[in-house]
């Protein structure tokens, strides 16, 4: 049956419903308090997106996109969503490699902390991050790092599954 409710973001609208009388009593209590209408639900989400966005780009030194504008929009709301969904350690265990990589200042004290010269350690680092290059695009750790180093749209919307 089709019923008039008002959401609780006071937008009018008809919803179906099913089942016994009591559920969709319940689910229209339901809309009417909680339930949001459809625009203001699509709105709801995008700023929720743009949140994730803003907030993973703070969190990490991502490179800068390349692809078509519609491309690169599409991509960095997977690469969010991508790299919000993997283990924090995980991810941050990355983002430590790439500021021990870009920092001879960090490199020097991690080599210390392992008593093993910079030369060796950046030649450690490098050979691991060149081994995950080499790695199938279903291992978990391989998409991390394809998330957080690749320059590619194209890149990130072909492995996008992995980021729902």
Not at 69 to 77: D, L, S, T, Y
Request: charged share 30%; proline share 4%.
């Amino acid at each position: 049956m089709k019923y008039d409710v008002t959401y609780s973001c006071g937008h009018e609208g008809v919803v179906q419903l099913y089942g016994k009388g009591s559920e969709r009593e319940r689910k229209i209590e339901w809309y009417e308090s909680c339930g949001l209408c459809p625009e203001c639900y699509k709105a709801h989400m995008r700023e929720e997106e743009a949140k994730l966005v803003k907030d993973i780009e703070s969190k990490f030194d991502l490179p800068q996109l390349v692809g078509t504008p519609k491309q690169i929009e599409w991509a960095v709301k997977i690469r969010a969503k991508g790299i919000a969904r993997f283990p924090k350690q995980l991810t941050d265990d990355y983002k430590l490699f790439f500021e021990v990589l870009s920092d001879p200042q960090k490199l020097a004290e991690r080599a210390a902390e392992q008593e093993i010269t910079s030369d060796d350690l950046k030649a450690r680092m490098t050979a691991f991050l060149d081994q995950m290059d080499k790695l199938p695009t279903y291992d978990y750790e391989h998409i991390v790092y394809l998330f957080m180093t690749t320059n590619s749209a194209k890149t990130i919307i072909d492995n996008r599954s992995w980021a729902e």
